[in-house]
């Protein structure tokens, strides 16, 4: 489909999205959120897709958002910056959205953005050498735009544990925290995988879709308000000085500011 997202249908309808940038960690770039989001669309409206399976090429499945895009936003203005931000929403709500099942298939590390991306899969399956975390207040940042979906897949309680304090955590974790269904050695992958699909295929693709819909309805609510209040978050997190000290320190391969600071 595109240099950075794989999209490739099997003659039983399930549809296998491959976030492709190894070299990135398939990291969340402009280019590559446009692209999800199209797919999103396209996969959704396709009558011939039951099943839609989100992994990630490389040894990463998502190292979270393109820094070199985050970046960018520092010099922006603030039009600019929420255009982007809602752009990351966008995408985010529409994966939520889609009207098939979502399964991920997490063949290696998560990070940032691509906890967002397993909260947005309705059962997620990985490999239990991976590694987790929220890093964004290691930037200076908050997890805004994928926060709502974040806390709706694990719980407040749950998320308390791991959504502030940047710290990386394993896939028996991951597993507790309601990230993963599970967790397997790496060669189970695709028959763990395959295990979650196969049910999906004796059930009637409308009525998966508005059980779907339904349970989504009954869960926290993510509704418009709720999303542009974690847009205005994101742009104001943006905006920050620590934002700006903490990005820059990563691209100078420095400490930022806040470790080992005098408290005096």
Same mark, same amino acid.
């Given at each position: 489909?595109?240099?950075?997202?794989?999209?490739?249908?099997?003659? =039983?309808?399930?549809?296998?999205?491959?976030?492709?940038?190894?070299?990135?960690?398939?990291?969340?770039?402009?280019?590559?959120?446009?692209?999800?989001?199209?797919?999103?669309?396209?996969?959704?409206?396709?009558?011939?897709?039951?099943?839609?399976?989100?992994?990630?090429? !490389?040894?990463?499945? /998502?190292?979270?958002?393109?820094?070199?895009?985050?970046?960018?936003?520092?010099?922006?203005?603030?039009?600019?910056?929420?255009?982007?931000?809602?752009?990351?929403?966008?995408?985010?709500?529409?994966?939520?959205?889609?009207?098939?099942?979502?399964?991920?298939?997490?063949?290696?590390?998560?990070?940032?953005?691509? &906890? !967002?991306?397993?909260?947005? /899969?309705?059962?997620?399956?990985?490999?239990?050498?991976?590694?987790?975390?929220?890093?964004?207040?290691?930037?200076?940042?908050?997890?805004?735009?994928?926060?709502?979906?974040?806390?709706?897949?694990?719980?407040?309680?749950?998320?308390? =544990?791991?959504?502030?304090?940047?710290?990386?955590?394993?896939?028996?974790?991951?597993?507790?925290?309601?990230?993963?269904?599970?967790?397997?050695?790496?060669?189970?992958?695709?028959?763990?995988?395959?295990?979650?699909?196969?049910?999906?295929?004796? /059930?009637?693709?409308?009525?998966?879709?508005?059980?779907?819909?339904?349970?989504?309805?009954?869960?926290?609510? &993510?509704?418009?308000?709720?999303?542009?209040?974690?847009?205005?978050?994101?742009?104001?997190?943006?905006?920050?000085?620590?934002?700006?000290? !903490?990005?820059?320190?990563?691209?100078?391969?420095?400490?930022?500011?806040?470790?080992?600071?005098?408290?005096?």
């Amino acid at each position: 489909m595109h240099d950075d997202l794989n999209v490739d249908l099997d003659s =039983r309808g399930v549809a296998t999205v491959t976030l492709n940038r190894p070299d990135k960690h398939n990291a969340l770039s402009k280019g590559l959120i446009d692209n999800l989001q199209a797919a999103a669309h396209s996969l959704g409206t396709n009558p011939n897709v039951r099943v839609v399976v989100l992994t990630g090429a !490389g040894a990463s499945f /998502c190292a979270g958002g393109d820094l070199a895009w985050m970046r960018d936003q520092m010099q922006a203005d603030g039009d600019t910056r929420a255009a982007e931000a809602r752009r990351l929403a966008h995408m985010l709500g529409a994966l939520n959205t889609l009207p098939k099942p979502l399964i991920g298939r997490v063949q290696g590390q998560a990070f940032g953005g691509g &906890i !967002g991306l397993l909260s947005v /899969c309705d059962v997620a399956v990985g490999v239990n050498t991976a590694r987790f975390a929220l890093t964004e207040t290691r930037l200076g940042l908050i997890p805004a735009t994928i926060g709502p979906y974040v806390v709706a897949r694990m719980g407040e309680a749950a998320a308390r =544990r791991v959504f502030m304090s940047g710290r990386r955590f394993g896939a028996d974790e991951a597993v507790a925290l309601g990230l993963l269904a599970r967790s397997v050695p790496e060669a189970e992958l695709d028959s763990a995988t395959e295990a979650e699909i196969v049910p999906y295929l004796a /059930c009637a693709p409308g009525a998966v879709a508005k059980a779907k819909a339904q349970l989504r309805s009954l869960g926290p609510r &993510i509704d418009d308000t709720v999303i542009e209040q974690s847009i205005e978050r994101l742009v104001a997190a943006w905006e920050s000085e620590e934002a700006e000290e !903490g990005i820059a320190a990563f691209f100078d391969r420095r400490k930022p500011r806040w470790i080992d600071a005098d408290p005096a």
